[in-house]
């Protein structure tokens, strides 16, 4: 094991060495360090080794993590040294070039859906506290759905925010029910970034409390955003799903308009995206909020934009849209 261990370290420092740019160096990081990586498996068995083996063990793997992260970092930092811009000012604009983000287009046009629909937009703080991003959506610090959110922890009870549905406990605190609000906004989580997941994503939470909602009222809702997005009939298929602040809860796909449905790496080979987690809001994140769950009921949704833009503009390649290369955009007619 420790052989294979220092092989591994040999391995990743030839290829910082040898990496052309800072896109190398983050699928270099991902596939040494990240959750699916050699070092991660080794350390996740630990468990099954005695108390010396693991000591050695543990050593040998935070000293190889230790030396990869340091290369990486001084590769990183000479990649940016050596890059050098020229900047003409006295040449004209080009008037033609440059639009919106296609995240920012996708986004703007579902708010308009929902506007029409009686939906307020609203928004809040992208460094959230542990309360309203956690407790009032039914997610005690005991829940293990902690775990599954990869959060970004800044201490003192902060983090930047793995949704937007803190702004739905915002809204309710602040306007009680009846309610109707969307929340679109960016979103942070601790992944391993690949052709579709990336650490810092795009979403809209939708939340409708009022008498008498029910799953119909959610199913309407959906179909209609997606048919006015995509401007054609869209597959689509509910499958239970587990979401502390929905019961019951469930996973909205829709069939990948990048390959239609024969399977690519944007869908990981399925035919599908999970575009939509939604379900009936908790009565305990009613009751957290104040609202009598005897008296009302409602959905709750959140739309990820970013894969939400990925099928409308047919990008395979979620790393794409924080790339700022607009040769690369204009490949799909976005500039």
């Not at 579902?110 to 307020?120: P, R, S, Y």
């Not at 039914?138 to 902690?146: E, G, V």
């Not at 048919?227 to 054609?232: G, V």
């Not at 995206?273 to 909020?289: A, D, K």
Request: with cysteine.
């Amino acid at each position: 094991m420790d052989e294979e261990l220092l092989e591994l370290k040999k391995q990743a420092l030839q290829e910082i060495a040898n990496a052309q740019d800072s896109s190398e160096i983050v699928q270099i990081k991902s596939k040494y360090l990240g959750k699916r990586s050699q070092i991660s498996r080794v350390m996740s068995s630990l468990k099954n080794y005695s108390i010396e083996e693991r000591r050695t063990l543990g050593q040998i793997c935070n000293t190889i993590k230790n030396e990869i992260v340091e290369a990486l970092k001084a590769k990183n930092n000479q990649l940016i040294s050596e890059t050098s811009y020229s900047i003409d000012i006295t040449m004209p604009v080009d008037e033609d070039r440059g639009s919106l983000s296609p995240i920012t287009i996708v986004g703007n046009e579902v708010c308009e859906i929902l506007e029409k629909m009686g939906f307020a937009i609203v928004s809040g703080p992208e460094i959230e506290d542990e309360y309203h991003n956690f407790d009032a959506l039914n997610i005690p610090s005991t829940h293990p759905a902690r775990d599954m959110q990869d959060t970004y922890w800044l201490g003192s009870h902060k983090l930047l925010r793995t949704h937007t549905s803190p702004c739905q406990v915002r809204a309710m605190e602040k306007y009680g029910a009846p309610l109707r609000i969307a929340a679109p906004g960016r979103c942070f989580r601790n992944e391993d970034i690949d052709a579709s997941h990336e650490n810092t994503f795009f979403q809209l939470e939708g939340m409708c409390i009022d008498k008498n909602i029910s799953i119909p009222n959610l199913i309407y809702v959906m179909k209609s955003i997606l048919s006015e997005i995509f401007d054609q009939e869209v597959q689509v298929r509910l499958r239970p799903g587990y979401f502390p602040f929905v019961e019951p809860g469930f996973e909205l796909d829709i069939k990948c308009l990048i390959c239609e449905g024969a399977g690519c790496s944007t869908c990981k080979g399925s035919g599908w995206i999970e575009l939509c987690p939604c379900g009936m809001i908790h009565p305990n994140v009613l009751r957290i909020n104040n609202i009598d769950p005897n008296e009302y009921s409602g959905f709750a949704f959140g739309i990820g934009l970013t894969r939400l833009a990925m099928m409308k503009y047919h990008i395979n390649d979620i790393r794409v849209f924080n790339t700022c290369n607009l040769e690369e955009l204009e490949q799909f007619g976005i500039v």
